[in-house]
């Protein structure tokens, strides 16, 4: 089993709708979590930390769910830019080493 | 620029050949971080430094992969006896925090990506 689950998508969706995604860990130690965002061809860049109690930036809201080794991260609003590859990162125990997830492709269409 | 910078930015070598790839953190980084992205795949975590210390090397595939940073600068991959299954991005980044145990607390998460280095193996 890998350490971080996606599911690979697509997920193709329209302008202005919302869309979720869900990511597993296997590592119960893991204390840190992450969204990165990959565009084509592009070098991943971090979009938000995930938090326990949950957080939001602008139309982004991550939530952590550490019982069921669960993250999740819904887009609200969807714009054509927010295509891309949503990487979902978990830092192993407290080691520094960040695993990625096989990331969730993202297309948003007029 | 002020960012992480690769070289080469792709690389074509045959098969049996050695290659080195280059990493040039941001100016300060303590953390230096490689991984490989497989097409269509997440990044796979390589191996780590915390300044010139190698922390963590067991994503390493073979021991035809071998990493360093002699200074806690500029770090080398060197990949010896390239076989196809190599082809892939190699990503370089970088991390201003010392991250993990070290830190007493969790990583910071921000790591700044370099553009890869894309290596075709023929």
């Known amino acids: 089993r890998k350490e971080v689950e996606q599911d690979p998508g697509p997920f193709n969706v329209p302008e202005g709708a919302t869309v979720a995604f869900n990511c597993t860990y296997s590592?119960?130690?893991?204390?840190?979590f992450f969204w990165y965002r990959q565009d084509c061809r592009k070098e991943p860049k971090l979009l938000m930390s995930v938090y326990s109690s949950g957080n939001e930036d602008g139309r982004f809201t991550a939530q952590l769910n550490r019982a069921s080794q669960y993250i999740s991260l819904l887009i609200r609003d969807s714009k054509l830019s927010d295509s891309a590859t949503y990487l979902c990162v978990v830092e192993v125990g407290n080691t520094g080493k960040l695993i990625f997830g096989q990331g969730t492709t993202l297309q948003v269409k007029p | 620029g002020a960012g992480v910078s690769q070289s080469p930015r792709y690389k074509v070598a045959k098969r049996g050949q050695d290659v080195a790839l280059r990493c040039d953190p941001i100016?300060?980084?303590?953390?230096l971080f490689w991984y490989q992205q497989a097409l269509g795949q997440g990044p796979e975590f390589l191996t780590y430094f915390q300044n010139e210390a190698q922390l963590d090397k067991s994503g390493l595939p073979s021991d035809r992969f071998f990493a360093e940073r002699p200074e806690g600068s500029v770090s080398t991959l060197k990949i010896q006896r390239t076989q196809q299954e190599d082809s892939a991005v190699y990503l370089c980044?970088?991390?201003?925090?010392?991250?993990?145990?070290?830190?007493?607390?969790?990583?910071?998460?921000?790591?700044?990506f370099g553009e890869g280095s894309r290596l075709t193996v023929l």
């Open positions: 590592n119960s130690a893991s204390q840190s």
């Open positions: 100016s300060g980084h303590v953390s």
């Open positions: 980044a970088s991390s201003p925090a010392l991250v993990g145990g070290l830190a007493g607390g969790p990583g910071t998460g921000e790591l700044f």
